[in-house]
Each structure stands twice: as structure tokens, then as C-alpha cells.
């Protein structure tokens, strides 16, 4: 087994780790906190978004049509290969990737709001915003959960390699981005992905999860139904079979913060906190010096 001598940026790691998980067993020892999130309780502070399923479906068709033009003419820019060869991503590409996805989805959400829902538009926001006060409640909320997805995503890989082991599943290879982001690069570089991940991925995750396929499903079945299928739903879509599991539960936890406070806001700061802890880590152990290997077993 090789060997790695300990640094800064490792010792930094493991104080990171063991503060996030002593910040949790704290915020959990606290009875206030112990069902912040209204478990168990069929409450709603969230409405239905009660529209046919032709509208909706015509919502979904638009957002795809959309992300195709947009990948068409990211298309256009990258340079042709000769056959059988592949793409190589870069940061660059990478960026552009995330752009053609994510923008054309909200574009869609903003324009299908004023132009065809127009006096049926959903209103995202139930509550008053305090930033402060949001923000505050979101990193709480974070930090108590941490650790728990931390758990269940040991739990999920050792399934998977048990899987392997047995042969009933092939292995499967780290996703690109992730591969590209633990590979040397400019940190400008680095940091605009990370921006990207932080403040646009959540904003329009949340918007469609949360604020649109959630409040469909839950205006025909119960809420609990609801919250399961749009939580599956957000972790089938990311593509990623080694995180499939902590992602259906952070889908749970995103949709109950939504439907426990009414607050859209919470639910994407919670989002951006989760988002900026992986950039966080996956930072800190790229420049540790510690291989991708050590990285992703």
C-alpha cells in the first residue's frame, strides 16, 4: 500500500471533517432541532401546481428543445475529430456543458411562466424573505445532515462493490467532470466551475424539482408519494449510480425543507451549501496531492 505523508491541506481535511460531524452530534443534541423538518407530519405550507398534464408536459417538452438547440450550437464550436475518436473535456468545454444545460432550462421556466401560463403562473416563494434568517436556518440544517449523507454514501458504495464482487453489476467509471476537476488545471478555472456548481446548479435544480415536479405530483398523489417520486427523480436525472442513494435522500431532505417552510430560498441555500462542501473538499484533497484513486476508491 503506498504511503502519504501528512500536510497542511490533510490535517485541514480531517479537522474540517471532525468539526462538520461534532457541529452535527451538537445541533442534534438540541430537542428543538431534533424533527426540524416536520417528519412525520402531513402539514402543507405548499400549494399544488394543479395544471393539466398536457400543460405540463408541453413544459418538459419546451425545456428539452431548448437544451437541444443549446447543445446544437455549443456543437457547432468544438472542433471536428476524426472518426472513432473522443472528445476530450476541458475546462472550457466543461463550463459550456453546464451553461447549455442549465440556462436553457431556466429560460424555459421564465418564458413558459409569462407567455403561456400567464395568470396560472407558480408562485415559487410562499413566505417572507430574510436572507439572514434563511441563510442561518439553511446552514443549520446542513450541518446536521452532513454527516448522515456522508453515512449513507459509505453505506451505498460498499452495496455497489458488494454488487461487483459478486459480479451482478459491472464497475463503472468516475464521471468526466469529476475526473477533469481532481486533474491539474488553472484555478481560475477550477474556481468558475465551482461558481457555477454553487449558485446556478441550485437555483434552477430547485426551481424545477422543488418549486415545478414536486408541486405537480403532490396535486395528484399524497405528499409523501410526491416527495419520494421527485426525490428518485432528481437522483435518476444527475446520472451517477455511485451517488444514487445520498442523492434521493438530499432530494427528501430539499423537498421537505420546501414543504416544511414554504421558503424556496432554504431549500436552495441548502442546496448551494452541499454544492460548495464537495468543491470545498474536492479542492482541498486535489492540491493535498493525494491521487484520484485515493480520492474515489
Known amino acids: 500500500m ?10 485541514l481535511i480531517s479537522l474540517l471533517f471532525l468539526g462538520i460531524i ?3 452530534i451538537l445541533i442534534w443534541s438540541q430537542k428543538k432541532h431534533r424533527n426540524p423538518l416536520d417528519l412525520g407530519q402531513n402539514n402543507s405550507r405548499v400549494p399544488n401546481w394543479d395544471i393539466p398534464w398536457i400543460d405540463f408536459l408541453l413544459f418538459i417538452f419546451s425545456a428539452f428543445l431548448l437544451i437541444i438547440l ?7 464550436w468544438l472542433p471536428d475529430l476524426p472518426e472513432g475518436e473522443e472528445l476530450e473535456l476541458t475546462p472550457q468545454i466543461a463550463l ?18 409569462k407567455f403561456y401560463l400567464k395568470e396560472n403562473a407558480i408562485q415559487l416563494n410562499l413566505v417572507p424573505v430574510n436572507v439572514a434568517q434563511d441563510l442561518k436556518h439553511s446552514l443549520i440544517l ?27 453489476i459491472e464497475a463503472f467509471p468516475i464521471q468526466p467532470l469529476v475526473e477533469l476537476l481532481a486533474k491539474d488545471m488553472p484555478i481560475l478555472n ?41 426525490a428518485v427523480l432528481f437522483a435518476l436525472l444527475h ?5 444514487f442513494l445520498p442523492l434521493v435522500f438530499i432530494g ?3 423537498v421537505r425543507i420546501y414543504e416544511s417552510t414554504g421558503s424556496i430560498y432554504k431549500a436552495i441555500y441548502f442546496h448551494a451549501f452541499f454544492n460548495a462542501s464537495s468543491f470545498i473538499f474536492m479542492g482541498l484533497l486535489k492540491y493535498s496531492g493525494l491521487p484520484l484513486e485515493v480520492i474515489f476508491p
Not at 440556462?103 to 424555459?108: E, Q
Not at 446536521?144 to 451482478?168: A, K, M
Open 2 to 11: 503506498t504511503e502519504y505523508e501528512p500536510s497542511l491541506l490533510t490535517s
Open 22 to 24: 461534532l457541529s452535527s
Open 70 to 76: 443549446a447543445q446544437n450550437l455549443l456543437a457547432l
Open 96 to 113: 459550456l456543458s453546464i451553461l447549455s444545460l442549465q440556462g436553457p432550462i431556466l429560460l424555459n421556466f421564465i418564458l413558459f411562466q
Open 142 to 168: 446542513f450541518a446536521q445532515f452532513l454527516p448522515v449523507i456522508w453515512l449513507l454514501s459509505i453505506i451505498w458504495s460498499s452495496f455497489l462493490r458488494l454488487l461487483q464482487h459478486f459480479s451482478l
Open 190 to 230: 477550477f474556481l468558475m466551475i465551482a461558481l457555477l456548481g454553487i449558485a446556478l446548479a441550485p437555483l434552477v435544480e430547485e426551481i424545477i424539482f422543488r418549486g415545478c415536479l414536486y408541486r405537480f405530483l403532490k396535486s395528484r398523489h399524497s405528499i409523501l408519494v410526491a416527495q419520494l417520486v421527485s
Open 239 to 243: 446520472d451517477n449510480l455511485n451517488s
Open 252 to 254: 427528501f431532505i430539499l
